[in-house]
């Protein structure tokens, strides 16, 4: 079992920055693969960013591309996701995910869930 706690979450102005975190407890492998996800009200949650828990590998969503970056600290269990010149379209809420089998954008595959912190961006 995982247990993943998000925090980080607030309302900043347009073009501000802020920065998200993840951290996990229970059985993480270094395999393991580290998403972000976000959800605006209306509409679908979608894939933002992910890492390997070895934090070798790294991808992003093409929206978020030259703006967020996601990054590990293994000795604190912790993912972070690293959010600059952010925009009013960037206001969901933000949840951080597992996935034990391998890279993925489709929120089916990921088993472990956080709660979820919120992002507004005021324009």
């Known amino acids: 079992q995982v247990q993943l706690v998000e925090s980080g979450g607030g309302l900043v102005q347009a073009g501000g920055s802020l920065r998200l975190s993840c951290t996990a407890s229970?059985?993480?492998?270094?395999?393991?693969?580290m998403g972000w996800f976000r959800q605006a009200p209306g509409k679908e949650r979608e894939f933002v960013a992910a890492?390997?828990?070895?934090?070798?590998?790294?991808f992003s969503a093409d929206s978020v591309k030259g703006r967020f970056t996601i990054s590990r600290d293994n000795a604190k269990s912790t993912v972070y996701l690293q959010m600059n010149s952010l925009k009013a379209e960037d206001t969901a809420f933000y949840y951080c995910?597992?996935?034990?089998?391998?890279?993925?954008?489709?929120?089916?595959?990921?088993?472990?869930w956080g709660q979820g912190t919120q992002v507004t961006v005021s324009s």
């Open positions: 995910a597992a996935d034990t089998h391998g890279f993925s954008r489709n929120q089916a595959d990921y088993e472990y």
């Open positions: 890492i390997r828990w070895s934090g070798a590998i790294t």
């Open positions: 229970g059985r993480i492998s270094s395999s393991y693969i």
